[in-house]
């Protein structure tokens, strides 16, 4: 086995009506872990669209981007790194509502779907 570097982004956990200033802390983040050289990134869970979502629909709020395209803009930062990113997101449910799942981009891929794991960091 070789040694590999891992980040741990530690970012400010905002309410869900500054989600666009939370999306550009972890953006910072992610650019920051991906300039020191890791090669294993996670994020908090429920990182976006906010830790204190204030109830459901989440994704129909104002101010609150789509998750596929905050989805495409994680991968992006993964490919454009090379690492693996482990990303805790609300996930929108059919029907309304969201969900805390954890999302796994693997470098070069835009989104390789839920980590059904326990512990989000036991990558296969």
Same mark, same amino acid.
């Given at each position: 086995?070789?040694?590999?570097?891992?980040?741990?982004?530690?970012?400010? #956990?905002?309410?869900? %009506? /500054?989600? /666009?200033?939370?999306?550009?802390?972890?953006?910072? $983040?992610?650019? /920051?872990?991906?300039?020191?050289?890791?090669?294993?990134?996670?994020?908090? %869970?429920? #990182?976006?669209?906010?830790?204190?979502? *204030?109830?459901?629909?989440?994704?129909?709020?104002? *101010?609150?981007?789509?998750?596929?395209?905050?989805? $495409?803009?994680?991968?992006?930062? $993964?490919?454009?790194?090379?690492?693996?990113? #482990?990303?805790?997101?609300?996930?929108?449910?059919?029907?309304?509502?969201?969900?805390?799942?954890?999302?796994?981009?693997?470098?070069?891929?835009?989104?390789?779907?839920?980590?059904?794991?326990?512990?989000?960091? #036991?990558?296969?």
């Amino acid at each position: 086995m070789q040694p590999f570097k891992v980040a741990l982004c530690q970012v400010q #956990a905002f309410g869900v %009506e /500054e989600a /666009e200033t939370n999306l550009d802390n972890i953006l910072r $983040a992610l650019d /920051e872990a991906g300039a020191a050289g890791a090669q294993l990134v996670a994020l908090p %869970e429920c #990182a976006y669209p906010a830790y204190y979502l *204030g109830g459901d629909d989440v994704y129909t709020r104002p *101010g609150v981007r789509s998750f596929d395209e905050v989805a $495409a803009l994680f991968g992006e930062k $993964a490919r454009r790194y090379g690492y693996w990113l #482990a990303a805790g997101m609300a996930m929108p449910r059919p029907g309304g509502g969201a969900n805390q799942q954890w999302r796994r981009v693997r470098p070069g891929w835009h989104d390789a779907g839920p980590l059904r794991q326990a512990i989000p960091l #036991a990558f296969r």
